[in-house]
């Protein structure tokens, strides 16, 4: 729905830099392949080397070559999306994404998930406002593949279309919005702001996922219509980013996409400029713990010339500890959260400042009479240096981040290639210094200036989410419903269309073979015990410039060890955070986030979590100040309340989140009265109960050396890096001892029981079923238990999706799950939510799925897929920074052999029909399978009761609905 983040962070590191870049001369013929660009980049420059070319039909083709891991990334861009749809049809767009899935000419319902899955890659595709695209990572031994299938229903797709699948998928855009909109806190954010920010008809004025009213007018030949008018080849964009051979590109993508005729022209987007006459304002009443308050300004549409001082706007003025808005709604304790940002997209913009407010302050009421004076503050004070620095540091970062995968730089390419339409000097004189520049070049009194002309006394939409109370009408200013506004057009440009299907000199239903799988080698690294207990492991590379530095110390919320201070690891990691012996919490921002680096304090059930993320030119400052930050935190008394506050009122939020009760009455059922049952973040009760002494106490006690892993990833070596963390070898050890771990309750059977969570009016159900797991292994019984899951739930062809989510669309998404943790029982667990009214059926399709896996076990087919998904996900495993400081950390913490995926591939390979179906049999046990519900007992129990269960009230969470009858 958003516009990425990728292009609107690039900043001054890159500004300077040579581009590199050449202009080709346009080919005179117009049946060949036309090279467009050429970018080149220096070893070591930050920019994105590729070539442009467009295609006789008008197919445009980047391709990036970046060989240093065996992967290839695809992606195909159509420039349409949910502003091409009109009024009374909203929602086509994603849909029609849906439908893309469903199978094309030469590949069947659901085999691009078959196929790309099956090859150990992944895949997925998205809509927003201006495009929609459809991508794949695989092994580049696949790219081949991966072509085909893109090419088959950019090509193929009309003659695969039937009424069952449109229906089908017309299901589950349903169950995606109850799930993702309706069931959830705040759902309707964007889609109430939407409509009260634009006027009637505005392509940006109804939601991307659209009304549900709306999704039930359209049929199977708006379909047709809107793939042949918006998916021609000459309103798309191909990327292949990664492993390959730019030469071989093009000429597979001349075989595969150069048959499909072009489509319809099509025509740049225009729009007049949102003006608001007056603020306009909507209150809406949800089941939400905590007022909201949105303020949107009509702001600048994406590369207008006053886009790039509007981010850093957004970023000073509340982004951060040191930002006004921080200072001035959170600190003093009247909101949980106060932010603002620049939304851009192709045909406007938006300015943000959202407020979520602490219920009951004093001056609740005033919220918008405050923000009007933090404005006015604002206007008077200005932009100081650090102001500036600040937020060009932090968006300096969030590029070079973006950029270590191949799929972040497809997802570049392709977003400059679609906003080239309406801005013509990005197709024919773009190159990425030129832009960077943009962001380098803001001042202060640009800042100022966007500040005054934007916001600063102008209009804006206000929008007001308020918790509804029981019983209570609808206040006169509530927007009652938002509806599909009806607005009648003539469809001219969907009349006298029609379907061409491509002619090919070659046998398009044979599958490309996949070529011989490059090797794919774990990353080589150094390792050391030191003295005081740390375990060391770390790894060199120079494919980005960034440094990576994580720290786990054992530890976590069970290691607090009473039930009564549950969530006090976290709120210590919280403080962590805060203001050290020789900085406040300000100035330690300040200095941090200039740098464009982060550290980050964190805790799990098991540990507590360090995280470390610098540019390497940045490295001796960051670690400098982490150093600080760990051994000096000063745990100051007004820091604790603040952070002591913010933490009870988010826990008090999450009682109105059917996902998360589900998630913690589960894992209460799981792991009865103990600490692994507990949630994290504490309870109402345990939050209040903890004091600074709590704290320091815990502090004290597990922050130190003894069973802590360092894990070192990045552009640094060995020798450079590990005298740099002298300070962690000197960490004085603290003979650190853990309360004992409490047993789980034994396993009970479910005799036939549902337990069920009431929540009034819920939009949906969420379902768990599942049993008390076994330890992590990991090449044993808990390993092999997985890759039998595998085949039940562990992939989107699995039964359950394809019975639920495929087949009878009860749900967005099923999935079953077997996790495993080192020192305690895992859990096995299968969840999803469903929509209301097949609550009962779907319990029953889910244990008619995991009996007949269970008597009848797994197929030759489903066997050799497994083994192929599982096997062949090794070139996407070491990628980034993360994936190779994941995988170093791995090793260490469970004391894996260094080839342990190899010995756990030579397992997947030699695994028989016979030992898996064993496995079911022994594991998936369903009279042992606890069964909870939370969903609307009034509308469920009794549809519930007639499959035979007996339905019983789970009251150990507390759910929050201020619906009541």
Not at 493 to 513: A, H, I, V
Request: glycine share 6%.
């Amino acid at each position: 729905m958003k516009k990425s983040l990728l292009i609107a962070a690039f900043v001054s590191t890159l500004a300077g830099l040579n581009p590199g870049f050449a202009q080709a001369p346009a080919a005179t013929n117009p049946n060949q392949t036309v090279l467009l660009e050429k970018v080149t980049a220096a070893p070591g420059e930050l920019k994105i080397a590729y070539e442009k070319y467009r295609l006789p039909n008008g197919l445009t083709l980047i391709i990036h070559e970046d060989h240093s891991d065996p992967i290839v990334h695809t992606e195909v861009t159509y420039h349409v999306g949910s502003a091409r749809e009109t009024a009374h049809k909203s929602g086509f767009a994603h849909f029609f994404e849906h439908m893309m899935f469903q199978g094309s000419v030469h590949v069947k319902k659901a085999g691009h998930f078959e196929i790309v899955e099956g090859a150990g890659g992944n895949m997925n595709g998205t809509t927003n406002r201006d495009r929609t695209n459809y991508f794949e990572t695989m092994p580049s031994n696949y790219m081949e593949t991966a072509l085909w299938l893109e090419a088959d229903r950019m090509g193929f797709l009309l003659d695969s279309v039937t009424q069952v699948k449109f229906e089908n998928q017309r299901a589950t855009v349903k169950n995606e919005k109850g799930q993702r909109v309706d069931n959830v806190p705040y759902g309707k954010r964007g889609e109430l702001n939407d409509a009260l920010l634009y006027p009637e008809g505005h392509p940006y004025s109804w939601p991307t996922i659209g009304y549900l009213e709306d999704l039930d007018r359209v049929n199977v030949d708006d379909l047709k219509n809107f793939f042949m008018r918006w998916y021609g080849p000459n309103n798309a964009c191909l990327v292949v980013a990664g492993d390959v051979n730019t030469a071989e590109v093009v000429k597979l993508v001349e075989k595969y996409f150069g048959p499909i005729p072009m489509g319809p022209k099509v025509l740049p987007q225009r729009v007049e400029p949102v003006r608001l006459a007056d603020n306009k304002y909507v209150n809406y009443g949800d089941d939400v713990f905590a007022p909201l308050y949105q303020f949107t300004y009509p702001s600048a549409k994406q590369y207008h010339i006053d886009e790039a001082a509007l981010t850093v706007l957004g970023t000073v003025l509340g982004n951060g500890n040191n930002s006004i808005l921080y200072k001035n709604f959170v600190k003093p304790e009247k909101a949980v959260q106060a932010a603002s940002f620049n939304n851009a997209s192709e045909l406007s913009g938006e300015f943000t400042i959202i407020i979520v407010a602490i219920p009951n302050f004093d001056g609740e009421n005033d919220i918008e009479k405050g923000l009007m004076a933090t404005l006015n503050e604002f206007d008077m004070k200005g932009v100081n240096d650090d102001d500036l620095a600040r937020a060009k540091g932090q968006i300096e970062s969030s590029v070079v981040f973006s950029m270590q995968s191949v799929a972040g730089r497809a997802a570049s390419l392709s977003e400059t290639w679609y906003l080239s339409h309406a801005n013509p000097r990005l197709d024919k004189n773009f190159n990425l210094g030129d832009e960077l520049a943009r962001y380098t070049k803001v001042t202060k009194e640009d800042v100022m200036r966007v500040f005054r002309q934007y916001v600063k006394g102008k209009n804006y939409a206000s929008l007001t989410i308020f918790p509804k109370k029981a019983n209570a009408a609808a206040s006169k200013e509530e927007d009652k419903k938002v509806v599909a506004p009806i607005v009648v057009k003539t469809e001219l440009e969907y009349k006298g269309l029609s379907y061409t299907m491509p002619k090919d000199n070659f046998d398009r239903s044979k599958r490309p073979e996949s070529g011989t799988a490059k090797s794919i080698d774990v990353p080589n690294f150094y390792a050391y015990n030191w003295d005081n207990g740390i375990k060391v492991i770390g790894t060199e590379t120079k494919e980005s410039p960034i440094v990576s530095i994580l720290i786990n110390m054992k530890g976590g919320n069970i290691a607090v060890g009473d039930v009564s201070k549950t969530g006090l690891a976290s709120l210590t990691a919280d403080m962590m955070g805060e203001a050290t012996q020789n900085y406040t919490n300000e100035q330690f921002a300040n200095e941090l986030e200039k740098l464009g680096s982060s550290i980050s304090f964190g805790a799990n059930a098991d540990e507590n979590l360090i995280s470390v993320t610098c540019l390497k030119k940045n490295l001796d400052a960051t670690l400098k100040l982490f150093e600080e930050k760990l051994m000096r935190p000063k745990f100051k008394a007004e820091e604790f309340k603040l952070n002591q506050s913010l933490n009870y009122q988010n826990v008090s939020s999450r009682k109105f989140n059917a996902d998360a009760t589900a998630d913690l009455a589960f894992a209460k059922l799981i792991y009865g009265k103990t600490l692994a049952a507990e949630p994290i973040g504490g309870t109402l009760k345990s939050i209040k109960s903890i004091n600074m002494r709590d704290v320091q106490n815990y502090y004290d006690r597990f922050y130190g050396p003894d069973f802590a892993t360092l894990t070192i990833v990045g552009d640094v070596t060995e020798m450079e890096i590990l005298p740099k963390l002298e300070f962690l070898k000197n960490w004085k050890k603290k003979n650190i001892t853990f309360p004992a771990l409490m047993p789980p309750p034994a396993t009970v059977t479910n005799n036939k029981q549902v337990l069920l969570v009431d929540k009034y009016k819920a939009a949906q159900s969420e379902i768990r079923i599942g049993y008390l797991g076994q330890p992590y292994d990991w090449n044993g019984k808990y390993f092999k238990t997985s890759a039998m899951n595998f085949t039940l739930g562990g992939n989107f062809n699995s039964r359950l999706n394809a019975n639920l989510r495929e087949d009878k669309g009860f749900t967005y998404g099923i999935r079953s799950f077997n996790m495993g943790f080192k020192e305690r029982p895992g859990v096995y667990e299968i969840s999803t939510a469903v929509r209301t009214s097949s609550t009962d059926s779907a319990l029953r399709e889910i244990m008619h799925e995991v009996n007949n896996y269970r008597d009848n076990g797994i197929n030759d087919k489903e066997l050799l897929a497994m083994k192929n998904s599982i096997t062949q996900s090794d070139a996407l495993r070491y990628e980034t920074t993360f994936q190779k400081a994941r995988f170093l950390n791995r090793l260490v913490e469970y004391n894996l052999p260094k080839d342990y995926v190899k010995q756990q591939n030579a397992t997947i390979k030699s695994l028989s029909k016979e030992e898996i179906n064993s496995i079911a049999k022994e594991m998936l046990l369903p009279d042992k399978m606890l069964i909870l519900v939370v969903g609307d007992k009034d509308k469920i129990k009794a549809p519930i009761e007639k499959l035979g269960y007996k339905v019983q009230d789970y009251k150990e969470v507390e759910v929050a609905t201020f619906e009541k009858k």
